[in-house]
């Protein structure tokens, strides 16, 4: 499975960005899905997952609603909707894929995204 993560940019606090993770291959639809960030000098965090149907959702427990993670399976494409933005809320921001139930262990997650950059100013 191949992963291409794309959809951040600069974007004043308060706004929003929603973030897209294209996934290739025969059996990206049987995945499942999550993010992560990784805002520097610190270390990756979990931000949200979701299982192949898309009716099963997990969030890192910080989270304050703000963001939602959907999947369009036709589309081979997950989700990370943001809202409200903080400028704490900038980081690189991956998508990873497995095959298997990983939930926010990244270090489950076998197929990993390049990243893609959310920078929020205040």
């Known amino acids: 499975v191949q992963l291409q993560a794309s959809g951040g940019g600069l974007v004043q606090a308060g706004g929003s960005l929603r973030l897209s993770c294209a996934a290739s291959?025969?059996?990206?639809?049987?995945?499942?899905m999550g993010w992560f960030r990784q805002a520097p000098g610190l270390e990756r965090e979990f931000v949200a997952s979701?299982?192949?149907?898309?009716?099963?959702?997990y969030y890192a427990d910080y989270k304050t609603r703000r963001f939602t993670i959907s999947r369009d399976n036709a589309k081979n494409t997950v989700y990370l909707q943001m809202e409200s933005l903080k400028p704490e809320d900038t980081a690189v921001y991956y998508c990873a894929a497995d095959s298997t139930y990983s939930g926010s262990n990244g270090n489950s997650y076998r197929f990993w995204g390049q990243g893609t950059q959310v920078t929020v100013s205040s």
């Open positions: 979701i299982n192949p149907s898309g009716r099963g959702t």
């Open positions: 291959g025969r059996t990206s639809t049987t995945y499942y």
